[in-house]
Structure formats: C-alpha cells, structure tokens
C-alpha cells in the first residue's frame, strides 16, 4: 500500500526520479509503515532506525531527516514495530532491546527497498539512534555492501557488540559530550570497529542533544557523511580503508 505525501516545503520532490508516500513494507509475518521521501537526483537513500520509545514521528528524527534531504539524500523513516507492539512496548518496555528483532525488521525493510522501483537504484545508509544504532549495526554487519554507510546518534553499540567486527560500511558514531555513559560505550565500540570509522563528540551536548545548536551539529554531521560515503562505489571505499590502515 502507497499513500502519497504532500510536497514538503522547501524539499526539492520535482522530477521524474522523485517520490514521496507513506508505504506499507511486509516483512516477516508484520507489515512496517514508512515514510519514504526522495527528492529528484537523490545521491543515496537513508533508513532510520529509531530508538528505545521513538517512532517515524519524532521531532529529532524527523529534523535530521529534513536536513538530510535537503543535502540530496532521500529518506525512509521507518517504524520497526508496529503499532501494537509499540502500545505493549510503551508500558512493558519489552521490544526496545530486543535487537534481534528490530535488527531483522531493518533488514527486512532494507530489502524491501532494494526492490522498490523508486529506490532500488540508489545506495543506502543508515541512521541508528540510541537502541536503534544496534539495530543499524547489527544489520549492517549481515547486509554487508548492501549498505554503505552508517550514522548512529547517541547510540548504544554495545548492544551490538559482537556485530561490530563484522561491520563493513563507514560508520559515524556521534555522542554528546556530557553524556559520559553513552560516550564511554561508544568508544569501547570504536575499538571493535575495523572499518573505516569515526567518533564526533557535540561539545555541551546530553544525551538527547536537546542544547541550543547541538541536533543541528548532530545532522550536519550525518548530511557530511551520507554525501561523502554514498557517493563513493564499495571499490573506492575499500581503497580509502586500505590507505587508512596502513
């Protein structure tokens, strides 16, 4: 099922390769709903894997998203679970750390658009937030060169922490300065890495990067990364891992 969206405002949706619809993905026995929304020339694709309470409508989410396309990515803001299970989750709190299951709904979802005539030519990234960037990286750890790049925003790699080797895209991993827990975590995974990867610490920034400038910080650092990794075919990525191993 496609539901088209309205032209969003100062988003470049005119074209022929552009698209824009509320999409139904069937994955596994459940059916995920995604906002996808691809400007004309998109140079990549993002998925966005939200974190522990969130959804495709969360305003930070959905300001990274903006600013993301407005750099010539397209995005698919995806719910991971469905509405129900986001009802039971909101007063159990039993499907936010279950990665396993969020990491096959992501890959579930990232095959979906492999195959969608709107997207299937474009390279993909992902953006993880807290439990979501487990999820990101797990995924990314089985797909392989399917994805090209990840982004993980306060994220919780630890959740993922025997993913992490296996990770081959270029991978972003942003923390808030004052979030010592978190920035602690993401360095111990830092060091599990072996592709080419990244920590940005946002100066004065908590956990949610609810400072003044700091999501601002958060996507432009991800709209430089998507733009500089999705860019670039799996052969040049390896080239540029090669030269920075040694």
Known sequence: MVKTLQ???????????AFSAIVQMPVDSVELEAELIIPSH???IVLFAHGSGSSRHSRRNQFVASVLRE???GTCLLDLLTQREEQQDTTSGEFRFDI???TNRLIGATRWIARHPSAKTHRLGYF?????AAAALSAAAVVGNSVSAVVSRGGRPDLAYDQL???LAPTLLIVGERDEAVLQLNKEAYQRLHCIRKIAIVPGATHLFE???ALEKVANLAAGWFQYHLSQSPYEQEQVQSREAK
Do not use: F, I
């Not at 032209?7 to 390769?17: A, F, I, V």
């Not at 993880?128 to 979501?132: D, L």
């Open 71 to 73: 750099s010539g990515m």
């Open 42 to 44: 998109a140079h990549g």
């Open 211 to 213: 400072e003044p400038g």
């Open 165 to 167: 080797p296996h990770v």
């Open 100 to 102: 396993e299951l969020l």
């Open 128 to 132: 993880g937030a807290s439990t979501g």
């Open 7 to 17: 032209k969003r405002r100062g988003q470049t949706l005119e074209g022929d390769d």
